[in-house]
């Protein structure tokens, strides 16, 4: 993502979606809010008294991921821990600039208060209010710093008004459609709250399917998969997504690489999935492992494992957490962790049980 992108006040633009590279996607979005006095060094605090930062101007680094946005850095400058080489975190140089406040996307006489992650949560994990993604990021809040109305700072910022390939006759407007459930089937089927809606056609997306990239990678196909949207016509009815070989509702929207005939789930694109905006590394204690920290992993790319806790298996090759000890080979749920910590106390998010 460029980060030095100029954040001239354009508050009345269009953006037309899908974009077609993603890591423009913020910083074009950024363009439209006006930057507030303040930055978001002073939340960083809570992670070291001995705070600083170093500009760093390294193109060589690969697989960074910022901490407040938890979009991928793809090139330099970024800003890094100056105190502790091995503590992995980084922003974007925009985000070191964060406004400590902005006004909600639609409820415009809201103000919403920028949040560090959440340091006394379970590997600080927040739901994203309008995504309805778990985020280890900064955030923005609506009332106090405690309280659970949480935006990720990329749905923070997002347009009011989009044009989408999905849509072109009309633009779609961000909207709160708590009440209009019927017309969540568009993009992928979920529920939540807010979405891009054209009042004309009862038509309405995800903001976070809005948001969807034209083209993605995948290291199952040396092409870039092409989003494909659900077509009313269609006789194709199902496909079998190459990776994790359940099928494919055509209904939805999906990514496919015409010249090797190969689909794949959103759900399972990394850089999309259900966890795509948790920042993944970061270590734990838990009492069932004294010996050493357990550092957060995904599922995503790796095999099945047996939990050391409740001896189930962790299924691999899915989206889903798990806390491991390189040391020892040791594996837990997501969730068995927590237990681990807090006994049967229930947590503040879903239960991971995969
Ligand atoms: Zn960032
Ligand atoms: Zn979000
Ligand atoms: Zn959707
Ligand atoms: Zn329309
Ligand atoms: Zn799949
Ligand atoms: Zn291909
Ligand atoms: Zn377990
Ligand atoms: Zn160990």
Redesign the pocket.
């Known amino acids: 993502m460029d980060c030095a992108i100029s954040r001239k006040k354009d508050s009345g633009a269009i953006f037309h979606m899908p974009i077609v590279s993603s890591d423009m996607f913020l910083g074009s979005i950024l363009r439209t809010i006006e930057v507030k006095e303040g930055n978001s060094t002073k939340m960083l605090e809570k992670y070291h008294t001995d705070l600083s930062l170093v500009l760093m101007d390294d193109s060589t680094a690969q697989d960074l991921v910022c901490n407040a946005c938890i979009r991928p850095i793809n090139s330099p400058p970024y800003y890094t821990c100056g105190a502790h080489s091995q503590c992995n975190f980084l922003l974007h140089k925009f985000c070191v600039d964060l406004p400590l406040s902005i006004q909600d996307f639609l409820y415009t006489s809201v103000t919403k208060n920028l949040i560090s992650p959440r340091l006394d949560e379970f590997f600080s994990l927040f739901r994203c209010c309008s995504c309805k993604k778990y985020c280890n990021g900064f955030g923005y809040v609506f009332g106090g710093s405690d309280s659970i109305f949480v935006d990720d700072v990329e749905c923070s910022f997002a347009p009011r008004v989009i044009k989408h390939d999905s849509h072109k006759h009309h633009p779609l407007i961000l909207t709160d459609t708590s009440s209009g459930i019927e017309s969540w089937k568009s993009c992928c089927g979920k529920s939540c709250f807010y979405g891009y809606c054209c009042g004309l056609c009862n038509f309405t997306i995800h903001i976070d399917c809005a948001r969807l990239p034209k083209t993605v990678a995948h290291k199952f196909?040396?092409?870039p998969?092409t989003l494909t949207f659900a077509s009313s016509n269609s006789t194709d009815i199902d496909d079998i997504c190459e990776f994790c070989e359940e099928d494919i509702d055509s209904k939805y929207w999906f990514y496919h690489?015409?010249?090797?005939d190969?689909s794949f789930h959103v759900k399972c694109i990394p850089s999309q999935g259900e966890f795509s905006k948790i920042k993944f590394g970061g270590s734990v204690k838990v009492p069932c492992h004294e010996d050493h920290p357990l550092t957060l992993a995904r599922m995503m790319n790796l095999g099945s494992q047996r939990c050391g806790y409740c001896h189930e298996i962790i299924k691999g090759f899915k989206d889903g957490m798990a806390l491991h000890c390189q040391d020892c080979d040791f594996w837990i749920h997501f969730y068995c962790g927590y237990r681990s910590c807090h006994g049967n106390i229930s947590p503040p998010y879903k239960v991971y049980t995969l």
């Open positions: 196909d040396k092409h998969l690489c015409a010249q090797c190969q």
